[in-house]
């Protein structure tokens, strides 16, 4: 498939806090998953994409040509998600989507209006009175409704309930399901988990790996067993390694490795937070 975008060493200082050479790539029709703890670079790499803060190097392609030279075609073609500082809290549902309909030359008012009827919106309300999922929810009809190819989400999830994020995932992969891509950035990866095909780690301002979740799942192991299991070799086949009286367990990056050096161990499938805190913790 092909890349829909693609960024290649994009660097930005912002105080102390570096933003190194920052390089990654987006697939056509996949939901990437874009994790890391509090202050890892997340947003200040949406913004950076945006447009939102210049960047000091760097270069981002957007369909294989610099959104430098295209700012238009690219916000055209982009939604956007963001916290949920950007509308306006007195003014209408109806009259907010009025002043951002007017900014996109493909505002499409019918699928705008299905949207809202499918995430049961009341258009003559005002934005203030809105709880936390329906803002959500108003902020995700807004981004789709110009057939944008590429919905960037900084973290989407937080704050919400389990219901209205379990929602707004089938949301995503109905979305995706017409061939359409969505970036997220998240540390809440427990919704990942359901519905990324990518991920990318970033911790202190560099990626730490940006892979297919599942090989990620299958390749990972958290593995349990006793302490004379544990040896000089068999130690490095481990990101992250507690041992107590009672036994050890560990992250690795090589299942098949433990499998074939360990007898005696059990292997559990990780989940997505095991593995992002293991890569962080070394
Ligand atoms: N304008 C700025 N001046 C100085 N430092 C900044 C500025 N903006 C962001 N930072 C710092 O950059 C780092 C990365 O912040 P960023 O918001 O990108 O992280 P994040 O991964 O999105 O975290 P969170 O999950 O908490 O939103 C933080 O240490 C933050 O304090």
Known sequence: MKPILEV?????????????????????????????????GKTTTI???????????GEIKFFGKSIQNNE???KNRIGIVLDDGYFYDDLTLLEMKNVIAASYSNWDNRLFKRNIDRFG????QRI???????????AIALAISHHADLLIMDEPT??????????????????????????LSSHIT????????????????????SEEKDLLLDKHGLVKGDNKELNEQSKALFLTLDETDYGFSGLTADKAAVRRQMKNVYIERPSIEDIMLSYIKR
């Open 190 to 209: 427990s919704d990942l988990d359901k519905v990324a095909d990518m991920l990318i780690l970033i911790h202190g301002g560099r990626i730490i790996f």
């Open 47 to 57: 913004k950076l994409l945006l447009g939102l803060i210049q960047k000091d190097a």
């Open 72 to 74: 238009h075609e690219f």
């Open 158 to 183: 937080s704050g919400l309930d389990p219901q209205v994020r379990l929602e707004l995932m089938d949301i995503l992969l109905e979305y995706v399901g017409e061939g359409k891509s969505v970036f």
């Open 8 to 40: 290649n060493e994009l660097t930005k200082q912002l105080g102390s806090f570096k933003l190194d050479n920052v390089s990654f790539s987006l697939t056509e029709g996949c939901i990437t998953g874009f994790i890391g703890v509090n202050g890892a």
């Open 121 to 124: 919106l009341p258009l003559n």
């Open 128 to 138: 203030g009175t809105l709880s936390k999922g329906m803002r959500m929810k108003y």
